[in-house]
């Protein structure tokens, strides 16, 4: 029971990391397109990771093909959840973004029933509340479907099939050697295509170097290892929902940093997500029988 507890504990500060995040991202646009920053921050992500796998395996070099395959798979998914969630923001609304980008929560359990994975009522329960919530939280009066929303439920795509990869990966591959790979491979994609049809310039990632430095550090190579090690206890529909307050996050970042209010809507809103994490969390009768023989 304690260590899906710290589970639980690990991801709420994903979620917390990625809600401040969008923060960053959205300074960092004022100097870089899409895809330069997000190369920038995979390749930060992937160089905050070494100093830590060089003492945890020993200079060993990562083997196994399910390792670099896992790695080609979540880096490319990765890629195009940040490219759309990235591109999506420069058409559409912060909080139309967040709503919709928080739509995998309700995603990776219908996705996880067709893969033949059992969801509880409970998670279905949380999930349903989880979504009130978003609603409250994230979207405004003047709510419509255009262009960057469209991009941005794409990304959610994107986000759904990460969370299941990973938590299929998390059991069987070194949780930072993972990332690594991951983040190694989204750079390179990313690279590719700021080449193609960018026109990066260093004066561009020199401005940007704070929003930089908190994307790819904190949300990209702290954020993405701490998901991994976390889902090794946490199903993934469960994951989803608790990420999803990266919302909740957001709006407290805006609140702090750039002086925006947060209103009666707002906070029914960050209750109804938090209302929803603690159903789907409750532990049902067989879970605490299993734990007790856990403890015995």
């Known amino acids: 029971m304690l260590a899906i507890s710290r589970s639980h504990l690990l991801l709420i500060s994903v979620a917390a990391i990625w809600g401040f995040a ?12 899409p895809h ?25 070099m990562p083997h196994g093909r ?7 798979l979540a880096g490319c998914v990765m890629f195009g959840g940040f490219t759309f969630q990235q591109i999506g923001l420069l058409h559409t609304t912060a909080g139309n973004a967040g709503f919709i980008t928080g739509m995998y929560i309700v995603m990776v359990p219908i996705v996880g029933t067709l893969l033949g994975q059992s969801t509880n009522p409970q998670t279905w329960i949380g999930v349903l509340l989880a979504v009130l919530g978003l609603y409250s939280l994230t979207i405004g009066p003047e709510f419509k479907v255009n262009y960057g929303d469209m991009l941005e439920l794409v990304g959610a795509l994107f986000w759904t099939a990460h969370v299941l990869i990973i938590g299929w990966l998390s059991r069987k591959v070194d949780a930072i050697s993972l990332s690594i790979c991951q983040f190694a491979v989204a750079a390179l994609l990313a690279m590719l295509f700021a080449i193609t049809t960018e026109t990066p310039t260093m004066q561009g990632f020199q401005a940007a170097w704070m929003p930089l430095l908190y994307a790819g550090i904190a949300s990209s190579g702290i954020a993405c290892t701490l998901q991994i090690i976390a889902q090794r206890k946490v199903e993934p529909s469960v994951t989803a929902l608790i990420l999803s307050t990266e919302a909740i996050f957001a709006v407290i970042g805006g609140w702090m940093l750039l002086g925006e209010s947060m209103g009666s809507k707002q906070l029914l809103g960050c209750c109804l997500m938090l209302m929803g994490m603690l159903v789907s969390q409750w ?3 067989r879970q605490r029988a299993l734990a007790t023989e856990g403890e015995g």
């Open 22 to 33: 969008f923060v960053a991202q959205s300074a960092g646009m004022d100097y870089l397109e």
């Open 66 to 72: 399910t390792l670099w395959i896992g790695g080609l």
């Open 283 to 285: 532990p049902t009768g």
């Open 36 to 60: 330069s920053f997000n190369a920038a921050r995979f390749v930060l992500g992937a160089i905050s990771l070494i100093p830590l796998w060089l003492v945890m395996s020993r200079g060993k």
